[in-house]
């Protein structure tokens, strides 16, 4: 199955990026048949910046998001272009592995997926 996961949320503040990254994660363990894109939306577009830097013992983002592209060919990260505009982000900002995305892919993605989860 191809799974899209669609996150708004700030990555830090609220605890909905940490458990739609464990989700994300756990339905590619659960088959090796699924897929599963995760497309960052809204503040969600700061889970991407590298070099983040969290106390010990709190969750780090941008650490899941590598677990989680260790998956090649099954697992996908997307962010909103106009997002990240909006915010004053660059792809410099950005930890390597995700793609600088358009609504129009996301249309796109969506329409293939099997399952849209948005968070």
């Given amino acids: 199955m191809h799974f ?3 996150i708004n949320d700030t990555p830090y503040g609220t605890e909905r990026c940490y458990n739609a990254l464990r989700l994300a ?4 363990k659960r088959s090796e048949e699924n897929q599963v ?7 969600a577009v700061g889970g991407a910046q590298a070099g983040q830097k969290t106390p010990d013992g709190f969750f780090n983002i941008e650490r899941m998001l590598k677990g989680f592209l260790t998956k090649k060919g099954r697992s996908r990260v997307l962010l909103c272009g106009t997002c990240m505009d909006a915010r004053g982000m660059t792809e410099d900002y950005l930890m390597p592995g ?3 995305s358009t ?3 996301l249309a796109e993605v969506t329409a ?7 968070f």
């Fill in 4 to 6: 899209l996961i669609i």
């Fill in 25 to 28: 994660t756990a339905l590619l």
């Fill in 37 to 43: 894109t995760v497309f960052l939306m809204a503040d």
């Fill in 98 to 100: 995700p793609e600088r």
């Fill in 103 to 105: 609504m129009d892919e």
């Fill in 112 to 118: 293939n997926a099997d399952q849209v989860l948005v």
